[in-house]
């Protein structure tokens, strides 16, 4: 079964731009959830979509926000681009039976 | 959030077992024990996962303590390729969600 892909793997923009990533999780998963990496802060938990709903938010401002489709795919969206919010940012998977989330490796966005 | 206490980063010899301890002294009943770990460039991987009893896999060990309130992952002979960020972390139980909060895991460094 193929992993979770996200696309792309590698973005620059500049300050005040806004920025679209793409999460195709594992065949049959519903649940798509997102997390930032920075050095300074760790993983950082954002959001998480079930079944085209958003089930639980961390603490992230306005500006990020998600979707996801009905084939469970899913966008997040950073607006107002800041310094700040160059991360990797990470989406996982994860089927109803399971305990576990399986993640992808990550788009790296860096903000100019 | 639950929190998890981890040492910064710890050393192994290779081919020697590796002990890696874990303080989460808020635990709930409910919650998960779950390790992760993170190769350089990649997206958290899935160890092995626990609620009360000691768990095994091809992977690596889970100890839980009695009270719940420490767990130790043990790899039973560490090799060049397990260097990685160790991550324990709680997780409630599955029909809240799949947000997973990660503390600053341990830096694990396997010596040839």
């Known amino acids: 079964k193929a992993g979770v892909t996200q696309t792309p793997r590698y973005l620059i923009k500049t300050r005040g731009q806004q920025v679209t990533l793409s999460c195709s999780p594992i065949?049959?998963?519903?649940?798509v959830s997102w997390y930032q990496q920075t050095p300074g802060q760790g993983l950082q938990f954002l959001f998480e979509y079930f079944s085209e709903t958003q089930r639980n938010k961390g603490n992230f401002p306005g500006r990020f926000s998600g979707r996801q489709f009905s084939n469970s795919r899913s966008e997040m969206n950073v607006s107002t681009l800041e310094l700040g919010d160059s991360a990797l940012y990470l989406c996982?998977?994860?089927?109803?039976?399971?305990?576990?989330?399986?993640f992808g490796p990550g788009t790296r966005l860096l903000v100019l | 959030d639950a929190k998890t206490t981890q040492p910064n980063s710890m050393e192994s010899n290779e081919e020697e077992p590796v002990h890696l301890p874990c303080n989460h002294s808020?635990?709930?009943?409910?919650?998960?024990i779950h390790w992760y770990r993170q190769l350089p460039s990649q997206g958290p991987e899935y160890v092995i996962h626990g609620l009360t009893s000691n768990v095994n896999n091809r992977m690596a060990s889970l100890a839980i303590a009695e009270d719940r309130k420490s767990s130790t992952l043990i790899l039973h002979r560490a090799t060049l390729r397990d260097a990685a960020v160790y991550y324990c972390?709680?997780?409630?139980?599955?029909?809240?969600?799949?947000?997973?909060?990660f503390g600053t895991g341990t830096s694990l460094t396997v010596i040839p």
């Open positions: 065949s049959g998963h519903r649940s």
């Open positions: 996982a998977s994860s089927g109803l039976a399971e305990e576990t989330q399986y």
């Open positions: 808020t635990i709930s009943g409910t919650d998960y």
């Open positions: 972390i709680l997780r409630p139980p599955r029909n809240t969600g799949n947000q997973f909060y």
